[in-house]
C-alpha cells in the first residue's frame, strides 16, 4: 500500500486527492460524496478505504455500488490488515473483479529458506542451532533479518556463523510488536491496545521498558509529522530524522492517523506517566492501563 501511495505521490504533487477513509469511522456516504466531487486539479483521487470487513452495512452499500466504481477513473484501494471473512458476497465480488493482493508472513520452513539464501549471498554459512536461534530473535521481519545477516556475515567475514554469534550480535525483535500496539491506539481500537499490552506485561516486559519503547514510537511518529507538515519530501525525511529509512516508512502511514496536537498530548501523557511511575505515586501497570484508556 505504501508503495501505491508514494507512486500517486510522484505523480500528483498536489496531494490534495490522497484520501483515507476508515469504514469503521465513518458512513459510507463520507466515502461516496468524495467520489463525486470533482478534482479542482483535475487529478485521479487515490481512496485508502480501510476496515471494510468490520462493516456489515458499508459492505452491502459498497457492494451496490461496485459496477458504478468500475467506471470512475478514481482509484480505490481496499485495506485490510487483517484477514477478511473471504465467505461475504462484497470479498467474492472483489476478488472476481478487482485487482487482489495478499501478503502473507513467511512460516518458519520458508523463513529458514529465505535466510539460508541470503547467507549464501553474503558468502556466509550458519550453523543449524544459530539460524532456528536467529529467526526465534528476529521472528518475520525480514528487512531486521535481512541486516542482521549482514551484520553477522560481516563479522564471520567467510566463518561459520555459532549460536554465541547470534547471541553476541543480534537484539531479539520487541520493537515490531509494539508498533502493532501504537498501530491498534491509532485505529482508535482501546480493546485491541489493551490486549496487546497485557500481552508484553504477560511475557515478562518490564512495564517501564514497555513504556520507554512507547514512547520511542510516539517521539518517531512526532518527528516524522513535523517534518511532514513542513512539505519535506518523502526521500528526505530519511535523512533529516537520522531515522531508519526502513521506521520512516513504517510510520509514514500511522502519521496519518493522528495530528500533530494530538502526538503532542500523547508524549505529554507518557512524560507524566513516566514522572508519576519513577516518583512512587502509582503502580507502574496500573499507570500504563491508565494511559491506555486515556489515549
Same mark, same amino acid.
Request: aromatic fraction near 10%.
Given at each position: ?13 498536489? =496531494? ?69 471473512? !473471504?465467505?461475504? !458476497?462484497?470479498? &467474492? ?77 543480534? &537484539? ?7 508498533? !502493532? ?9 482501546? !480493546? ?87 516518583? =512512587? ?15
Amino acid at each position: 500500500m505504501e508503495e501505491i501511495i508514494l507512486s500517486y505521490k510522484e505523480k500528483h504533487k498536489s =496531494g490534495l486527492n490522497l484520501i483515507y477513509i476508515n469504514a469503521g469511522e465513518n458512513e459510507f456516504s463520507d466515502f461516496y460524496s468524495n467520489l463525486q466531487v470533482n478534482s479542482m486539479f483535475a487529478e485521479k483521487k487515490l481512496i485508502i478505504l480501510k476496515n471494510v470487513f468490520d462493516d456489515t452495512s458499508f459492505q452491502e452499500k459498497l457492494l451496490k455500488e461496485v459496477k458504478n466504481l468500475e467506471e470512475l477513473k478514481d482509484i480505490i484501494v481496499i485495506y485490510e490488515q487483517d484477514v477478511p471473512d !473471504k465467505r461475504t !458476497k462484497l470479498f &467474492k465480488d472483489l476478488q472476481k473483479n478487482a485487482k487482489c493482493q495478499e501478503f502473507e508472513l513467511l512460516d518458519s520452513a520458508n523463513l529458514k529458506k529465505w535466510a539460508i539464501v541470503e547467507f549464501a549471498n553474503n558468502k556466509a554459512k550458519i550453523n543449524s542451532d544459530a539460524i532456528d536461534l536467529l529467526i526465534s530473535f528476529v521472528k518475520s521481519d525480514l528487512w531486521q533479518m535481512a541486516n542482521e545477516i549482514e551484520k553477522l556475515s560481516s563479522y564471520k567475514k567467510g566463518g561459520i556463523i555459532a549460536k554465541e554469534d547470534v547471541v553476541l550480535l543480534v &537484539k531479539p525483535n520487541t520493537e515490531n510488536d509494539f508498533f !502493532k500496539t501504537i498501530e491498534a491506539i491509532a485505529s482508535t481500537d482501546k !480493546k485491541l491496545a489493551l490486549s496487546l499490552l497485557h500481552k508484553h506485561l504477560d511475557d515478562g516486559e518490564a512495564p517501564l521498558k514497555i513504556l520507554g519503547m512507547i514512547a520511542y514510537q510516539f517521539r518517531t511518529l512526532l518527528i516524522i509529522k513535523d517534518l511532514q507538515e513542513k512539505k519535506t519530501p518523502y526521500g528526505a525525511i530519511t535523512k533529516m530524522s537520522g531515522l531508519h529509512p526502513f521506521v520512516v516508512q513504517k510510520s509514514s502511514y500511522l502519521c496519518n492517523q493522528f495530528s500533530m496536537d494530538k502526538l503532542k498530548k500523547i508524549y505529554w501523557k507518557i512524560f507524566q506517566v513516566d514522572l508519576d511511575i519513577k516518583t =512512587g505515586k502509582v503502580e507502574p501497570e496500573t499507570a500504563i492501563d491508565l494511559l491506555f484508556a486515556e489515549i
